[in-house]
């Protein structure tokens, strides 16, 4: 397992304090009408993305997760989620425009099928990053491609009906990491390791330097997840929209 956490229901944030991140977990199911005031907030050019997917349950995936991360913004910084305004940084990674007022809140998210997590802090860069557990993923090739020399020694070395678990615990939180020091691609999958074995916390063991932090955490026991932030150690509360 991941480390075990609590998802306390909240209808708004509470106050994010300085030492503290917060992450939410949200569906992205939802019903006619909050798609409606979702598409509502978002930009022309995200309501442009959203029309151009094929598939509809793709286009409310879309949908959801951008108007989600709008209305925790909006309320974080006390405005209108249709105010906001992003821009891309050097590798892609979204953040706040500084006529958003909002250069010292960060944020990031993550989807997988039907599930999201977003994750706020002050000043600090973060990453997150969640997966759907997929018995036919071809894992073996995938972490020959991508993982590390020793990753892929400790994922043998699982008992086989720990390996899939295994992979993705591994792959959220490189992912993770790589959102989080906003260099992307630039950093090879296999500079760095992660640990990987169910039962013991996230930590880094290569190749990362000891001001990131990591966290691994799980949506439900398909869904693993992991959090990567820089600087000092933070409370972390976890919140969800859903009941």
């Not at 229901?9 to 005031?37: C, D, F, G, Y």
Request: aromatic content about 10%.
């Amino acid at each position: 397992m991941s480390d075990t956490v609590k998802w306390t229901h909240s209808l708004s944030p509470p106050q994010l304090r300085p030492n503290e991140i917060h992450v939410w977990l949200k569906s992205l199911v939802i019903e006619a009408p909050t798609q409606s005031l979702l598409h509502s907030y978002l930009s022309a050019d995200e309501k442009q993305r959203a029309a151009r997917f094929h598939f509809e349950r793709d286009r409310i995936r879309f949908i959801a997760a951008r108007g989600t991360v709008r209305t925790l913004l909006s309320l974080y910084l006390r405005k209108q989620p249709g105010e906001l305004q992003f821009h891309l940084e050097q590798q892609g990674k979204p953040a706040l425009a500084p006529e958003s007022a909002g250069r010292s809140l960060s944020f990031n998210l993550s989807h997988s099928d039907d599930v999201a997590v977003f994750a706020f802090g002050w000043n600090r860069n973060i990453g997150v990053d969640i997966e759907r557990i997929r018995a036919g993923v071809e894992h073996v090739d995938i972490a020959r491609c991508h993982f590390s020399a020793g990753e892929i020694r400790s994922l043998a070395s699982l008992p086989p009906e720990n390996r899939i678990r295994g992979f993705f615990y591994c792959w959220t939180r490189k992912e993770a990491y790589i959102k989080a020091s906003g260099r992307g691609l630039q950093i090879p999958l296999d500079s760095f390791d992660v640990n990987l074995e169910p039962g013991t916390p996230a930590c880094f063991l290569r190749g990362v330097d000891p001001s990131w932090r990591i966290v691994g955490f799980e949506a439900d026991q398909q869904y693993p997840a992991a959090l990567v932030y820089d600087g000092l150690p933070a409370d972390l509360r976890f919140l969800t929209l859903d009941q």
